[in-house]
């Protein structure tokens, strides 16, 4: 245990220095926005694009990893939406919000500092494929799904067509295709820019884990609504074990690219999501008390899903296990 809290405490502590700092200062959220340029712009694509273009293309075409967190994912949603919308008598801009809290984490901020400060670099390339196609389905599923509530600004049909140019263009997309091109043609950029993504992936955590501090600290907190505990009851708990179960029952997938796409699952929801409110002016302030709440339990329930990958404590085979206990019950 002693292992795994060496491992969470400096991830956590950076957060929470960034907290501290937004709580003291109160800095108005404009000026945050450098920071966010460099970690979004510069410190997390130069990570992606060293670790991916050193990467066998082979380790890069694991279509079969990238469908099944992807379902992962998408069920984790729909768990969430759907509970939302019976809650919510059907108001589908509201429940589409709702499920983005139990279903899309902090897959850019949180995700690959952490698989690779508990996995080592070997988990870069995993975490970049859960990044980007999380990604891909979150900024694809929204707007059609905002669209069809009728609270998005453009027709169904326009929105179809403007999301590909949204997600391609996405600055850590770019830089993992970039880093497929790099290892499909086995290009290595000159020593002097080599140094440069060096220095850049080395501010990528401790940056980014910062300013997602400095940005929940910023996040108003105004009541606790009924609803916020079964959504991160889900995003915390429900997405990695699903997560889990799916590429345990898929199966032949490495144990570390297995344990990656857990710790993937059980980030807490994205700041992404109240930009996303905001923008569709759709449950703006109980998404952001959603990231708060979802951050602080996420210290609890990050560590220990910490604790049971990096102690190697998940069974290989659990769908065997499961089966087993029902067949025995049914005696």
């Not at 919000?97 to 670099?121: D, F, H, K, R, T």
């Given at each position: 245990m002693s292992d795994v809290l060496?491992?969470?405490?400096?991830?956590?502590?950076?957060?929470?220095?960034?907290?501290?700092?937004?709580?003291?200062?109160?800095?108005?959220?404009?000026?945050?926005?450098?920071?966010?340029?460099?970690?979004?712009?510069?410190?997390?694509?130069?990570?992606?694009?060293?670790?991916?273009?050193?990467?066998?293309?082979?380790q890069l075409a694991n279509w079969r990893f990238v469908f099944t967190t992807s379902l992962a994912t998408y069920t984790a949603f729909a768990l969430a939406f759907s509970y939302a919308a019976i809650?919510?008598?059907d108001n589908l801009s509201e429940a589409t919000?709702?499920?983005?809290?139990?279903?899309?984490?902090?897959?850019?901020?949180?995700?690959?500092?952490?698989?690779?400060?508990?996995?080592?670099?070997e988990a870069a390339v995993?975490?970049?494929?859960?990044?980007?196609?999380?990604?891909?389905?979150c900024f694809s599923l929204t707007p059609v799904m905002m669209a069809v509530s009728g609270s998005g600004d453009q027709?169904?049909?326009?929105?179809?067509?403007?999301?590909?140019?949204?997600?391609l263009l996405h600055p850590f997309i770019l830089a993992t295709l970039a880093g497929v091109a790099g290892a499909a043609w086995k290009i290595e950029p000159p020593s002097f820019v080599d140094q440069i993504l060096t220095f850049l992936r080395s501010s990528a955590a401790p940056c980014a884990l910062f300013a997602l501090?400095?940005?929940?600290?910023?996040?108003?907190?105004?009541?606790?609504?009924?609803?916020?505990?079964?959504?991160?009851?889900?995003?915390?708990?429900v997405h990695p074990l699903i997560a889990y179960l799916l590429l345990?029952?898929?199966g032949g997938f490495d144990r570390l690219w297995i344990y990656t796409g857990v710790l993937m699952a059980?980030?807490?929801?994205?700041?992404?999501?109240?930009?996303?409110?905001?923008?569709?002016?759709?449950?703006?302030?109980?998404?952001?008390?959603?990231?708060?709440?979802?951050?602080?339990?996420?210290?609890?329930?990050?560590?220990?899903?910490?604790?049971?990958?990096?102690?190697?404590i998940l069974p290989d085979d659990p769908i065997s296990i499961i089966k087993g206990y029902f067949s025995w019950s049914n005696r």
């Open positions: 060496t491992l969470a405490l400096p991830f956590f502590s950076l957060i929470f220095l960034g907290f501290l700092a937004g709580k003291i200062w109160k800095k108005d959220k404009g000026e945050l926005g450098w920071l966010n340029v460099f970690v979004i712009y510069f410190a997390l694509p130069a990570l992606f694009f060293q670790l991916i273009s050193k990467t066998p293309i082979d809650r919510n008598r919000i709702q499920g983005l809290i139990g279903g899309y984490g902090n897959v850019g901020y949180m995700g690959p500092p952490l698989a690779i400060l508990a996995l080592g670099p995993p975490a970049a494929l859960i990044f980007c196609f999380d990604v891909a389905l027709s169904v049909g326009r929105t179809l067509i403007s999301i590909p140019g949204k997600v501090g400095v940005t929940v600290a910023l996040q108003p907190l105004k009541r606790v609504p009924g609803e916020l505990p079964v959504l991160i009851a889900i995003k915390l708990i345990s029952w898929v059980c980030l807490p929801p994205a700041a992404t999501i109240y930009v996303l409110a905001t923008q569709y002016d759709s449950y703006v302030l109980r998404a952001s008390s959603g990231i708060l709440l979802g951050t602080a339990f996420s210290v609890i329930t990050v560590t220990m899903f910490l604790y049971l990958v990096t102690g190697n």
